[in-house]
């Protein structure tokens, strides 16, 4: 069994977001580095993987494993779409791809974003105020749509966790998870490297390298 959480999340997500052997899995934004690792992560542990991306990246997601890839730009998803899902992992995390992902879970399934509040909130009010607003937000979102649709909702967060990178070398080195690598900066050009991200010059995953 793979867990995203092992990725991203703290002790306690990780226990209630479990992904198993042919379960379905929706990856919303599977187009992107994080989208990409959690569909190879999702066939690893064979789940059965649809995801939304843009034209571009259709071929992409369906050569790491995906079994339906619905472009995002020119399709109808709810249309394209047949069957409920197990679990949604939402990297993009604003309302229409949250109503999306919520409405396609069956009853009992879990919807994961990487879009919580709690980062956003903190940088707009400082700590004391934003953790505690954040957690309001996080709870009445958890108790709405466990009353409405009957699904669990969570915010996911990276964190190191040995035991997750031990399982991520080990798929890497079976051949299972490959993160495409667009631009490698040497250690000195941090500052480039940022910039390239922060400003969207290069798509993919950039690489810094220590002598
Ligand atoms: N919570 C955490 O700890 C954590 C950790 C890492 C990242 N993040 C966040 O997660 C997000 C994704 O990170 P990333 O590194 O994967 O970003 P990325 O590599 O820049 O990928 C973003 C991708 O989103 C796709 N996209 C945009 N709008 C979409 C839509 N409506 N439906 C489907 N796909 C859409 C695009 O895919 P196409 O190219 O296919 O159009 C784009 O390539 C970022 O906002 C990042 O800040 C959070």
């Given at each position: 069994?793979?867990?995203?959480?092992?990725?991203?999340?703290?002790?306690?997500?990780?226990?209630?977001?479990?992904?198993?052997?042919?379960?379905?899995?929706?990856?919303?934004?599977?187009?992107?580095?994080?989208?990409?690792?959690?569909?190879?992560?999702?066939?690893?542990?064979?789940?059965?993987?649809?995801?939304?991306?843009?034209?571009?990246?259709?071929?992409?997601?369906?050569?790491?494993?995906?079994?339906?890839?619905?472009?995002?730009?020119?399709?109808?998803?709810?249309?394209?779409?047949?069957?409920q899902f197990d679990a949604v992992?939402?990297?993009?995390?604003?309302?229409?791809?949250?109503?999306?992902?919520?409405?396609?879970l069956k009853r009992g399934g879990h919807y994961?974003?990487?879009?919580?509040?709690?980062?956003?909130?903190?940088?707009?009010?400082?700590?004391?105020?934003?953790?505690?607003?954040?957690?309001?937000?996080?709870?009445?979102?958890?108790?709405?749509?466990?009353?409405?649709?009957?699904i669990e909702?969570?915010?996911?967060?990276?964190?190191?966790?040995?035991?997750?990178?031990?399982?991520?070398?080990?798929?890497?080195?079976?051949?299972?998870?490959?993160?495409?690598?667009?631009?490698?900066?040497?250690?000195?050009?941090?500052?480039?490297?940022?910039?390239?991200?922060?400003?969207?010059?290069?798509?993919?995953?950039?690489?810094?390298?220590?002598?």
């Open positions: 069994m793979v867990n995203w959480s092992l990725y991203y999340l703290s002790r306690n997500l990780e226990q209630i977001s479990r992904i198993e052997i042919r379960q379905r899995v929706l990856v919303l934004g599977g187009g992107g580095a994080v989208g990409l690792a959690a569909i190879q992560l999702s066939a690893a542990a064979g789940c059965i993987v649809t995801t939304t991306c843009g034209s571009q990246s259709i071929q992409r997601v369906l050569d790491v494993g995906a079994e339906q890839a619905i472009d995002y730009t020119t399709e109808d998803i709810e249309l394209a779409i047949k069957g992992l939402d990297t993009i995390g604003i309302p229409e791809t949250e109503r999306l992902g919520i409405n396609l994961m974003t990487l879009q919580g509040e709690a980062a956003s909130l903190a940088d707009r009010y400082g700590l004391a105020i934003g953790l505690p607003a954040a957690t309001a937000v996080l709870l009445k979102k958890q108790f709405q749509y466990r009353y409405s649709h009957g909702y969570c915010w996911t967060y990276m964190r190191a966790d040995a035991e997750g990178l031990d399982e991520i070398r080990r798929l890497a080195e079976a051949g299972k998870m490959k993160i495409p690598v667009e631009k490698t900066f040497p250690i000195t050009q941090v500052r480039e490297a940022h910039e390239a991200k922060e400003k969207r010059l290069v798509p993919g995953k950039v690489v810094l390298e220590v002598d």
